[in-house]
């Protein structure tokens, strides 16, 4: 189940029964507790068996769990606690491996590897993380499109995101220019996306070519994010090192969506404020990619890193 779909079918699971005006259950906790799970050093002491035993088991259970949850405080403890918690285990040692093995062509395995996940009905984990790609279902059905249409945003996104061309690709193009060069550029293209094409656009044809082009950019950044962390890291210190840049993010996951939601019940639904929000996030997380690469290279701008 995508975290779009768990959007539309968690917002109304018991239409009886009233919700307070200021929660917006939008995956901000499953992705939260996904990333959070990776903050620790479970990996550089027993190596991956365990954790992925693990991990496999609690996924699965919560997924169980889910099918079967009908109050809100089940899908909390099934579908953003103990699901999310074995996502963790699998997914981390999972990139965590390859960084330890491949000496060389590091950032092309990592996108290899990273392009795996849209296996069977591909469970993109980071993508609670995304503001755009947490609302993408209910911004299609304001702006006109059908039910069935606006769940296509989100075949469409992870046909971008999860393909050779949002994964494989751009691993292999850091392997020739730098991973950080790759990474910057990915940014700047989700913030271009967001701001001049999704903030502006209100049809149908813009909803669709954002859900195609934002996949692409946020793919590559998925695929790549690892790889930063191995360049600047020995390889004993990778797992701990994933495991502190997993759980710093885990905070824009847990409040990013909410905040997202909070803005368009300010807005009297209207998404524009969420829009600027979620562009001005990512403009000024490119600008932090920007700098990193700079203070690596001693401000020098023609340089593979």
Same mark, same amino acid.
């Given at each position: ?51 992925? *035993?693990? !991990? ?5 259970? %919560?997924?169980?769990?889910? /099918? &079967? ?6 899908? $909390? ?91 494989? *690709?751009? !691993? ?5 220019? %730098?991973?950080?060069?790759? /990474? &910057? ?6 913030? $271009? ?113």
């Amino acid at each position: 189940m995508d975290p779009d779909t768990e959007q539309a079918k968690i917002e109304d699971p018991n239409p009886e029964q009233p919700k307070p005006d200021n929660e917006f259950p939008d995956g901000g906790l499953k992705a939260w507790t996904v990333v959070l799970g990776a903050f620790c050093r479970g990996f550089d002491i027993f190596g991956p068996r365990y954790l992925l *035993l693990t !991990g496999t088991l609690l996924h699965v259970f %919560g997924l169980m769990m889910a /099918s &079967i949850s009908f109050r809100y405080y089940q899908f $909390i403890l099934s579908q953003a606690i103990c699901s999310p918690l074995g996502a963790a285990m699998v997914l981390y040692p999972s990139f965590s491996c390859v960084t330890t093995w491949f000496r060389q062509k590091r950032a092309l395995a990592l996108g290899i590897t990273a392009s795996g996940s849209s296996l069977g009905a591909g469970f993109f984990y980071s993508m609670g993380m995304f503001i755009p790609i947490t609302f993408m279902v209910t911004y299609g059905e304001h702006v006109g499109l059908s039910n069935n249409m606006a769940g296509y945003l989100v075949s469409i996104f992870n046909t971008s995101s999860n393909s050779g061309i949002g994964r494989i *690709l751009p !691993g292999y193009i850091a392997d020739k220019v %730098g991973s950080f060069n790759v /990474s &910057i550029a990915a940014a700047t293209l989700s913030t $271009i996306f967001m701001l001049a094409l999704w903030l502006p656009g209100h049809s149908h044809e813009s909803a669709i070519a954002f859900a195609a082009l934002f996949g692409f950019s946020s793919g590559t950044y998925t695929a790549i994010s690892p790889a930063l962390i191995a360049h600047i890291s020995d390889l004993e210190e990778i797992g701990t090192r994933s495991g502190t840049m997993y759980a710093f993010m885990s905070v824009a996951a847990l409040t990013g969506s909410p905040i997202g939601g909070a803005l368009i019940s300010s807005a009297d639904g209207s998404y524009w404020k969420l829009q600027v929000f979620a562009g001005c996030m990512i403009a000024a997380g490119t600008a932090f990619y920007i700098a990193a690469r700079l203070y690596l290279t001693k401000g020098r701008l023609w340089e593979k890193v």
